[in-house]
T-cell receptor, first 119, second 115 residues
Framework: DSGVTQTPKHLITATGQRVTLRCSPRSGDLSVYWYQQSLDQGLQFLIQYYNGEERAKGNILERFSAQQFPDLHSELNLSSLELGDSALYFC??????????????????FGPGTRLTVL | DAKTTQPPSMDCAEGRAANLPCNHSTISGNEYVYWYRQIHSQGPQYIIHGLKNNETNEMASLIITEDRKSSTLILPHATLRDTAVYYCIVRVLMYSGGGADGLTFGKGTHLIIQP
C-alpha cells in the first residue's frame, strides 16, 4: 500500500460524457502527478501539481484538466470522452524537495489507478 | 531526459538472481538512473536510483558502469512475486522545491520468474 488513494476503481461511461477522477496523496506530499496508461501508448505523464499550482504538463489533451485543492487532493476531469480515452489513470505523489544537494530525490508513490472504459 | 534501451522480456528461475540491463549511452553528467516496476496493472513502484556509485537497498542492487552508459538492476533472489515490467528511467533531479517533473516511461522489460 503506497498511501495514495484513488477513486473510483472502475468507471464505465459513454462517448461524449464527462468524468472526474479523484486522488488523495500520501500524508505530507505536496506534489501530485497524473499518468495515463493505454495499451498502445504505454505509461504517459499528463500533468503535475505542487501545493495547489500547476507545475508541469506532459501529453495532456485540451479536453482534460486537473486541479489540486487546499487539502492537497487532486481531481482529473476528462470531458467529451472518446473511445481512445479508455485507459488506466494513475495518480502519484511525492514529497516536496527542499533546495537539497546531491542525493535528494523525488521518489514517486503511485496509487492503484482508476480503470476508465468508454463505450 | 536521456533515452534508455531495455530488452523487451527476460526469464529467470525462482531463487536465482535476476539481472536486468539498461543502456543509456546519451546520459548526461547530472542525470540519475531510476528503476521502477509495475506488477500487472498495479501502480508502478519505485525500486532504486543512483548517480554513479553502486547502490543497494532492501529490494535490489543497482550497478552502474564507470562510463555511466549502462546499468544493471539485480534482484538477488527472485520470487514469483517479482514477475513484473521493470522500467529504467534516466532523468535530471529538480531541486527547486516543487518536486520533479513527470517520469518518462519506456516499454520496459517484462521479467517472468519461472517456478
Amino acid at each position: 500500500d503506497s498511501g495514495v488513494t484513488q477513486t473510483p476503481k472502475h468507471l464505465i461511461t459513454a462517448t461524449g460524457q464527462r468524468v472526474t477522477l479523484r486522488c488523495s496523496p500520501r500524508s505530507g506530499d505536496l506534489s501530485v502527478y497524473w499518468y495515463q496508461q493505454s495499451l498502445d501508448q504505454g505509461l504517459q505523464f499528463l500533468i503535475q501539481y505542487y501545493n495547489g499550482e500547476e507545475r508541469a504538463k506532459g501529453n495532456i489533451l485540451e479536453r482534460f484538466s486537473a486541479q489540486q485543492f487546499p487539502d492537497l487532493h487532486s481531481e482529473l476531469n476528462l470531458s467529451s470522452l472518446e473511445l481512445g480515452d479508455s485507459a488506466l489513470y494513475f495518480c502519484a505523489s511525492s514529497v516536496a524537495t527542499s533546495a537539497g544537494g546531491p542525493g535528494s530525490y523525488n521518489e514517486q508513490f503511485f496509487g492503484p489507478g482508476t480503470r476508465l472504459t468508454v463505450l | 531526459d536521456a533515452k534508455t534501451t531495455q530488452p523487451p522480456s527476460m526469464d529467470c528461475a525462482e531463487g536465482r538472481a535476476a539481472n536486468l540491463p539498461c543502456n543509456h549511452s546519451t546520459i548526461s553528467g547530472n542525470e540519475y538512473v531510476y528503476w521502477y516496476r509495475q506488477i500487472h496493472s498495479q501502480g508502478p513502484q519505485y525500486i532504486i536510483h543512483g548517480l554513479k556509485n553502486n547502490e543497494t537497498n532492501e529490494m535490489a542492487s543497482l550497478i552502474i558502469t564507470e562510463d555511466r552508459k549502462s546499468s544493471t538492476l539485480i534482484l538477488p533472489h527472485a520470487t514469483l512475486r517479482d514477475t513484473a515490467v521493470y522500467y529504467c528511467i534516466v532523468r535530471v533531479l529538480m531541486y527547486s522545491g516543487g518536486g520533479a517533473d513527470g517520469l518518462t516511461f519506456g516499454k520496459g522489460t517484462h521479467l517472468i520468474i519461472q517456478p
